[in-house]
C-alpha cells in the first residue's frame, strides 16, 4: 500500500508516495540521495543509520518512512557546510574522531542531540547517551574527546 507522505528533509519539504514498508533510511537514500546515513546492522544496534526525527536521533534502518509523515527529518547533509561546520563536525575533524568514518554521521547526529539536551556533560553521561552507536574501529577515545571538546 503507497502513502502519500510530507517530509521536511534538512529543511527542504518533499513529498513522497512509499510503500508502506518502507524504511527511513531507505527513503533517504533511494529517494532523496542522500547518502550519510548508512545501513549496517537493519536491526536498530549499531546506529550507523542515525538521523534527527523533529531533533531526536532515531535508527532510521527500522523507522517506517510512513510514520515520519509531518515530522522534520535532520540528516548529516544538513548540518552545517563546507565552508561552516557545525561545531560537532569540527569538533569530530579536530580531533581525529573517525577511522573509516561508517559510522561518523550517526555520532555527530547523536552527540548533536545530546549536547542539545544537556550542553555540559560529564564523560560517562557522554558514553552513556551514545551508547547506541558502535564504532567498529574503536575511535571512541576520540569521539568522547571531540564531543567533550564540542560542549566546551
Do not use: W
Not at 22 to 33: A, S
Not at 49 to 78: H, K, W
Not at 96 to 109: D, K, R, V
Amino acid at each position: 500500500m503507497k502513502h502519500q507522505i510530507t517530509l521536511t528533509v534538512n529543511g527542504a519539504e518533499q513529498r513522497l508516495a512509499v510503500d508502506s514498508q518502507r524504511t527511513l533510511l531507505e527513503v533517504i537514500r533511494d529517494d532523496l540521495k542522500l547518502f550519510g546515513a548508512r545501513e549496517s546492522c537493519g536491526m536498530s544496534l549499531c546506529g550507523a543509520c542515525t538521523v534527527l526525527v523533529d531533533d531526536l536521533p532515531v535508527s532510521s534502518c527500522s523507522y517506517f518512512a510512513a510514520r515520519a509523515n509531518g515530522r522534520a527529518i535532520t540528516t548529516i547533509e544538513g548540518l552545517g557546510s563546507p565552508g561552516a561546520l557545525h561545531p560537532v563536525q569540527q569538533a569530530f575533524l579536530d580531533h581525529g574522531a573517525f577511522q573509516c568514518s561508517y559510522c561518523t554521521p550517526g555520532m555527530i547526529l547523536t552527540a548533536v542531540c545530546l549536547l542539545r539536551e544537556n550542553p555540559s556533560p560529564r564523560a560517562e553521561e557522554v558514553k552513556e547517551f551514545m551508547a547506541g552507536n558502535l564504532c567498529r574501529c574503536a575511535a571512541y577515545p576520540d569521539i568522547l574527546r571531540a564531543v567533550m571538546a564540542a560542549a566546551g
